[in-house]
């Protein structure tokens, strides 16, 4: 895996050698690879706002998710290593689950089956 600012594996950066400000660091690095943007003004400490492409309209959104920098690092590993998205995210929506995997909104969800 490649390293990111000096982490050598992805999941490395949350171990007790690494301060916070380097944790966020190699998260936003990760993000980027996934195509997602993470923003630091979010409403509560275990609330990201996370921006995703959308896979049907190539719109950008942003959207407040409830989760844990923990658990989008795991979540941005490979697939074939990783827990499912709805075990990772137990306690978020079906929707906010959607929107980190496709970038889709609900709204154009709804545009698009309803």
Request: charged share 20%.
């Amino acid at each position: 895996m490649a390293a990111m600012h000096g982490c050598t594996e992805i999941w490395q950066f949350e171990s007790a050698h690494c301060d916070p400000i380097h944790q966020r660091q190699c998260l936003r690095a990760l993000a980027l690879f996934f195509g997602l943007v993470l923003k630091e003004n979010s409403t509560s400490e275990n609330t990201m706002k996370i921006t995703n492409t959308s896979g049907f309209t190539g719109k950008t959104h942003t959207r407040e998710i409830n989760c844990t920098q923990s658990q989008l690092a795991e979540y941005m590993q490979p697939d074939s290593t990783r827990r499912l998205i709805q075990d990772i995210f137990p306690d978020i929506s079906a929707d906010d689950r959607e929107f980190l995997m496709t970038g889709v909104t609900p709204e154009e969800w709804s545009a698009v089956f309803d």
